[in-house]
């Protein structure tokens, strides 16, 4: 009995080894299948075949100060025979290395995002086990605000104890959220990002703090204990990564937290439901002072370890049974998620995407590495036959051969790998927060080794393949008779090759047109406020210095009057929300006089309180009644302002003014409807929005408000003087994310735009490859049909002809190619239509356009190549001949 592997194996070895795996060793290998099984055969087969194989290695290092001498000295006459036809010919050494280094050097750079992205598992002991819990509703589907999140609803703190202490088939569980918090410690102020955690969170991940410890389980909950863990980064900014910080004290909204531990540098998690957080500054235990405690408040992500991660439906059952049980009515199931496909979530399609966009790309480059290499085996058959006249054998010509594309690979890969080095530089620093990339990322062992065998593998395979063209024909006959078949052969072979990468790089002309007209019809959006010359920036409020609402009513008026005063600051207001801030949160009321009955959940709308003036600095247009106002506050009746997809949603038959709602047992009044604004989504419809005053409202918290600036002025001219007058009122503030309202929408289409960007720049690097390659056949054509070219001048022909007559053809090649790469692209834009935005995917403007510049880099390579005939002779070509 032989193994499965051995057909193959036997052929990579001498023939005495051959022997020895096929006789005795077969032999004995039949005997243990028959006694013990093959699953246990096989582990003794491949160690005795590693062994005879290391004996072999051995034998021969052994041998190579005789017998293997003279074999080492022919490769080192094969590496100084390579240099010297690089040196003689060096414009095909630099296309091909350039070729190389462009297609490595971008699938480099690709495939490092797409590893740090996709292939990498979370960076936790036995990621596979790791999975994400949500609370799912049904009958949330189809729902204006809440559709979105029906099956992703986080629990709250009392269910979540319920299932930690109920659950049966998880290993472990833990739950955890983020927010924004004060610091104020001496110094300036700052904003943080910070975790609340159960205690369980770090034993779930297998994290051990780098100092002092984590927390206990009596540290969380409705008694949990003021304590605090650093992350790495603001225990070495702040603390100079001393010990002494273990026990010291760090205030958070004026509460001391007493710090316990110091978390490792390599530890890094992020929330999956909020893409705000994806790393922490500190973590505290969930308690009063890290969160809500209430049943109704859905604040909390959890995070679970199942036996080999395997999600099995009883697993699945059991957590919406007790999330969804008598207790809670308005809950129906649960959804298990394996955690490493929740944190990739969307990123998914599109890193496959430009994978696939950048795969194309080192297709064509190989394409063209084919084409260069063959071109130069037909201009060296002479030089090949003489050498096989001489005594070379086949196999003795084709290793000279690998030897020169495996030196030519190197320097491909050495470039490419630079290249790939910077791409990733400019994908990182380009990169939209979603992808979540660390600001040092790098070319690691395996993207290296990836990049290292895909450049030696291409241009060995690539740079032997035209030599196939040679084995056929005999190359001691090729010194006395015409090689006009294996020209010719050649000849179509190279033009198929151009063909080939001109389909191919239609396909991504294609792609980048359809991605292109797409996001300018993103852009072109109006996303219902006018961005001009806005200036925004975060404001936090201490809970301990301002407890009241009255209180921060009074300080963001003083605030708004002292930044009205700056020059060139025209209008001033503040929202709790800013549109695309991706901070906002929505809210239920009850319309008065109407009955909702109970099988139904009450109606939904996105909720913002403002500032007197917001809907006028941010222009969003007034359709009917009026503003909120600065007299709209405490003493005067409650009045909200609501959205015309609200009114069109709820008072679809009538006009909303005068009509009231409940909210959190108040009546509020509606005075005015506005245009919609978009939220969060360009392409998204807008959702049903309410406005109250923040003078009013006090429900929530309230500590915090974006405040907005209409300028004169370039606004980034201004932070200096908006630190100034915030500080005169209250130097303690942290002031945060002052930036251009304009780059808000920027970050939500930075998505789009990044891979726009990547495909775009793929499709004009493939239309360069091969425009590439069509000169390089075309300049190697007229080589070869110089004599012909003289002979026609001779006769009459002038150049403008005889330049006609070379472009033309290569026409068909490039027509072909054309042709093709159409068919291909109408078939592939298919799996383009989920990134479409307003325009189809066959679109015809787009189709024609790519063509059309495809066409025009093809013919204009080949007329530059042309060329040369305008300065032929004919009479010295024909003495010549």
């Given at each position: 009995?032989?193994?499965?592997?051995e057909r193959w194996l036997v052929r990579l070895i001498a023939p005495a080894d051959r022997e020895f795996i096929a006789g005795d060793l077969a032999e004995e290998y039949g005997r243990r299948v028959e006694s013990d099984g093959r699953r246990a055969a096989a582990p003794w087969y491949a160690r005795e075949i590693a062994a005879a194989l290391g004996q072999r290695i051995l034998a021969a290092l052994r041998d190579a100060g005789g017998a293997g001498r003279p074999r080492i000295a022919s490769i080192g006459q094969d590496l100084r025979f390579a240099g010297r036809a690089i040196r003689r010919a060096p414009g095909h050494a630099v296309l091909v290395a350039a070729t190389l280094a462009l297609g490595i050097g971008a699938t480099t750079a690709v495939f490092t995002?797409?590893?740090?992205?996709?292939?990498?598992?979370?960076?936790?002991?036995?990621?596979?086990?790791?999975?994400?819990?949500?609370?799912?509703?049904?009958?949330?589907?189809?729902?204006?605000?809440?559709?979105?999140?029906?099956?992703?609803?986080?629990?709250?703190?009392?269910?979540?104890?319920?299932?930690?202490?109920?659950?049966?088939?998880?290993?472990?569980?833990?739950?955890?959220?983020?927010?924004?918090?004060?610091?104020?410690?001496?110094?300036?102020?700052?904003?943080?990002?910070?975790?609340?955690?159960?205690?369980?969170?770090?034993?779930?991940?297998?994290?051990?703090?780098?100092?002092?410890?984590?927390?206990?389980?009596?540290?969380?909950?409705?008694?949990?204990?003021?304590?605090?863990?650093?992350?790495?980064?603001?225990?070495?900014?702040?603390?100079?990564?001393?010990?002494?910080?273990?026990?010291?004290?760090?205030?958070?909204?004026?509460?001391?937290?007493?710090?316990?531990?110091?978390?490792?540098?390599?530890?890094?998690?992020?929330?999956?439901?909020?893409?705000?957080?994806?790393?922490?500054?500190?973590?505290?235990?969930?308690?009063?002072?890290?969160?809500?405690?209430?049943?109704?408040?859905?604040?909390?992500?959890?995070?679970?370890?199942?036996?080999?991660?395997?999600?099995?439906?009883?697993?699945?059952?059991?957590?919406?049974?007790?999330?969804?049980?008598?207790?809670?009515?308005?809950?129906?199931?649960?959804?298990?998620?394996?955690?490493?496909?929740?944190?990739?979530?969307?990123?998914?399609?599109?890193?496959?995407?430009?994978?696939?966009?950048?795969?194309?790309?080192?297709?064509?480059?190989?394409?063209?590495?084919?084409?260069?290499?063959?071109?130069?085996?037909?201009?060296?058959?002479?030089?090949?036959?003489?050498?096989?006249?001489?005594?070379?054998?086949?196999?003795?010509?084709?290793?000279?051969?690998?030897?020169?594309?495996?030196?030519?690979?190197?320097?491909?890969?050495?470039?490419?790998?630079?290249?790939?080095?910077?791409?990733?530089?400019?994908?990182?620093?380009?990169?939209?927060?979603a992808l979540d990339l660390p600001p040092a990322l790098g070319l690691d062992l395996r993207v290296l080794g990836f990049s290292v065998a895909l450049g030696l593998v291409t241009s060995l395979v690539f740079g032997l393949a035209p030599a196939a063209l040679l084995r056929r024909g005999d190359l001691d006959g090729q010194l006395r008779r015409a090689s006009g078949r294996l020209l010719s052969g050649g000849r179509r072979f190279q033009r198929g090759l151009v063909a080939a990468q001109f389909g191919l790089s239609l396909l991504l002309l294609v792609g980048a047109g359809l991605l292109g007209r797409s996001l300018a019809?993103?852009?072109?959006?109006?996303?219902?406020?006018?961005?001009?010359?806005?200036?925004?920036?975060?404001?936090?409020?201490?809970?301990?210095?301002?407890?009241?609402?009255?209180?921060?009513?009074?300080?963001?008026?003083?605030?708004?009057?002292?930044?009205?005063?700056?020059?060139?600051?025209?209008?001033?207001?503040?929202?709790?929300?800013?549109?695309?801030?991706?901070?906002?949160?929505?809210?239920?009321?009850?319309?008065?006089?109407?009955?909702?009955?109970?099988?139904?959940?009450?109606?939904?709308?996105?909720?913002?309180?403002?500032?007197?003036?917001?809907?006028?600095?941010?222009?969003?247009?007034?359709?009917?009644?009026?503003?909120?106002?600065?007299?709209?506050?405490?003493?005067?009746?409650?009045?909200?302002?609501?959205?015309?997809?609200?009114?069109?949603?709820?008072?679809?038959?009538?006009?909303?003014?005068?009509?009231?709602?409940?909210?959190?047992?108040?009546?509020?009044?509606?005075?005015?409807?506005?245009?919609?604004?978009?939220?969060?989504?360009?392409?998204?419809?807008?959702?049903?929005?309410?406005?109250?005053?923040?003078?009013?409202?006090?429900?929530?918290?309230?500590?915090?408000?974006?405040?907005?600036?209409?300028?004169?002025?370039?606004?980034?001219?201004?932070?200096?003087?908006?630190?100034?007058?915030?500080?005169?009122?209250?130097?303690?503030?942290?002031?945060?994310?002052?930036?251009?309202?304009?780059?808000?929408?920027?970050?939500?289409?930075?998505?789009?735009?990044?891979?726009?960007?990547?495909?775009?720049?793929?499709?004009?690097?493939?239309?360069?490859?091969?425009?590439?390659?069509?000169?390089?056949?075309?300049?190697?054509?007229?080589?070869?049909?110089?004599?012909?070219?003289?002979?026609?001048?001779?006769?009459?022909?002038?150049?403008?002809?005889?330049?006609?007559?070379?472009?033309?053809?290569?026409?068909?090649?490039?027509?072909?190619?054309?042709?093709?790469?159409?068919?291909?692209?109408?078939?592939?834009?298919?799996?383009?239509?989920?990134?479409?935005?307003?325009?189809?995917?066959?679109?015809?403007?787009?189709?024609?356009?790519?063509?059309?510049?495809?066409?025009?880099?093809?013919?204009?390579?080949?007329?530059?190549?042309?060329?040369?005939?305008?300065?032929?002779?004919?009479?010295?070509?024909?003495?010549?001949?």
């Amino acid at each position: 009995m032989r193994p499965p592997l051995e057909r193959w194996l036997v052929r990579l070895i001498a023939p005495a080894d051959r022997e020895f795996i096929a006789g005795d060793l077969a032999e004995e290998y039949g005997r243990r299948v028959e006694s013990d099984g093959r699953r246990a055969a096989a582990p003794w087969y491949a160690r005795e075949i590693a062994a005879a194989l290391g004996q072999r290695i051995l034998a021969a290092l052994r041998d190579a100060g005789g017998a293997g001498r003279p074999r080492i000295a022919s490769i080192g006459q094969d590496l100084r025979f390579a240099g010297r036809a690089i040196r003689r010919a060096p414009g095909h050494a630099v296309l091909v290395a350039a070729t190389l280094a462009l297609g490595i050097g971008a699938t480099t750079a690709v495939f490092t995002v797409v590893d740090r992205v996709l292939l990498r598992p979370p960076p936790f002991p036995d990621p596979h086990e790791l999975v994400t819990v949500w609370s799912t509703y049904p009958g949330w589907r189809g729902h204006d605000v809440l559709g979105p999140f029906w099956d992703r609803i986080p629990f709250s703190w009392p269910e979540y104890v319920d299932w930690r202490e109920g659950q049966t088939s998880f290993l472990g569980v833990a739950a955890y959220d983020g927010r924004r918090m004060t610091l104020t410690e001496s110094g300036m102020p700052a904003l943080l990002d910070v975790g609340v955690a159960s205690a369980s969170l770090f034993p779930l991940l297998g994290v051990e703090p780098e100092l002092g410890r984590t927390f206990a389980p009596d540290e969380e909950g409705q008694g949990a204990k003021r304590v605090a863990l650093l992350g790495h980064a603001i225990w070495r900014d702040r603390w100079a990564g001393s010990p002494e910080a273990i026990g010291s004290t760090i205030r958070l909204e004026g509460t001391a937290f007493t710090v316990i531990g110091v978390l490792p540098e390599r530890f890094r998690f992020r929330t999956v439901g909020d893409s705000r957080f994806t790393s922490f500054d500190v973590w505290i235990p969930i308690g009063p002072d890290g969160g809500p405690l209430n049943r109704d408040s859905h604040a909390y992500e959890t995070i679970a370890r199942l036996p080999d991660g395997a999600i099995e439906p009883a697993v699945v059952e059991e957590t919406g049974r007790i999330v969804g049980g008598e207790s809670y009515p308005e809950r129906r199931g649960a959804r298990v998620v394996a955690r490493h496909d929740e944190e990739v979530g969307e990123a998914r399609e599109p890193l496959v995407l430009l994978f696939a966009a950048v795969g194309l790309l080192m297709t064509i480059a190989c394409v063209n590495v084919a084409a260069l290499f063959l071109g130069r085996v037909l201009a060296r058959r002479g030089e090949l036959a003489t050498r096989a006249a001489l005594g070379a054998g086949r196999w003795r010509i084709l290793r000279q051969l690998s030897i020169e594309a495996l030196v030519l690979g190197g320097l491909g890969v050495a470039g490419g790998l630079a290249l790939g080095y910077g791409g990733v530089r400019v994908l990182v620093a380009r990169a939209p927060a979603a992808l979540d990339l660390p600001p040092a990322l790098g070319l690691d062992l395996r993207v290296l080794g990836f990049s290292v065998a895909l450049g030696l593998v291409t241009s060995l395979v690539f740079g032997l393949a035209p030599a196939a063209l040679l084995r056929r024909g005999d190359l001691d006959g090729q010194l006395r008779r015409a090689s006009g078949r294996l020209l010719s052969g050649g000849r179509r072979f190279q033009r198929g090759l151009v063909a080939a990468q001109f389909g191919l790089s239609l396909l991504l002309l294609v792609g980048a047109g359809l991605l292109g007209r797409s996001l300018a019809a993103e852009l072109a959006i109006d996303p219902g406020f006018e961005t001009g010359t806005l200036l925004s920036f975060d404001l936090a409020l201490q809970p301990d210095a301002y407890p009241t609402n009255a209180v921060r009513s009074t300080f963001f008026t003083a605030a708004v009057e002292r930044l009205g005063a700056i020059p060139g600051v025209e209008d001033v207001s503040g929202i709790t929300s800013l549109p695309f801030s991706g901070t906002g949160g929505s809210s239920s009321f009850q319309i008065v006089g109407r009955e909702v009955p109970e099988s139904r959940k009450k109606p939904e709308a996105l909720r913002r309180s403002v500032l007197p003036g917001f809907h006028e600095t941010l222009g969003i247009e007034l359709l009917r009644g009026r503003p909120l106002l600065a007299s709209d506050r405490d003493g005067a009746a409650d009045a909200v302002v609501i959205s015309r997809a609200m009114e069109e949603r709820f008072w679809p038959d009538g006009d909303a003014i005068g009509e009231r709602i409940e909210r959190d047992g108040r009546i509020w009044e509606i005075v005015g409807v506005v245009e919609d604004v978009l939220d969060d989504d360009l392409v998204g419809e807008p959702k049903p929005t309410f406005y109250t005053p923040f003078h009013q409202d006090e429900v929530g918290n309230r500590a915090r408000l974006t405040l907005v600036l209409r300028t004169a002025t370039p606004p980034d001219r201004l932070a200096p003087q908006i630190r100034a007058a915030i500080w005169e009122l209250d130097g303690s503030l942290p002031i945060e994310n002052v930036e251009e309202v304009q780059s808000l929408l920027d970050r939500a289409t930075a998505p789009e735009r990044y891979r726009t960007m990547l495909v775009g720049l793929f499709a004009i690097l493939a239309t360069s490859l091969a425009s590439v390659g069509i000169f390089g056949v075309t300049t190697r054509t007229l080589v070869q049909r110089t004599r012909e070219m003289g002979i026609r001048a001779a006769l009459g022909a002038g150049p403008g002809r005889l330049i006609v007559q070379v472009v033309g053809g290569e026409a068909p090649a490039l027509a072909a190619g054309v042709a093709v790469g159409l068919g291909a692209a109408i078939f592939v834009s298919r799996a383009l239509a989920p990134f479409l935005y307003g325009v189809p995917r066959l679109d015809p403007l787009t189709y024609v356009a790519a063509v059309a510049i495809l066409a025009a880099a093809g013919l204009a390579a080949a007329l530059i190549a042309a060329r040369r005939v305008v300065w032929l002779d004919p009479a010295r070509v024909l003495r010549a001949d």
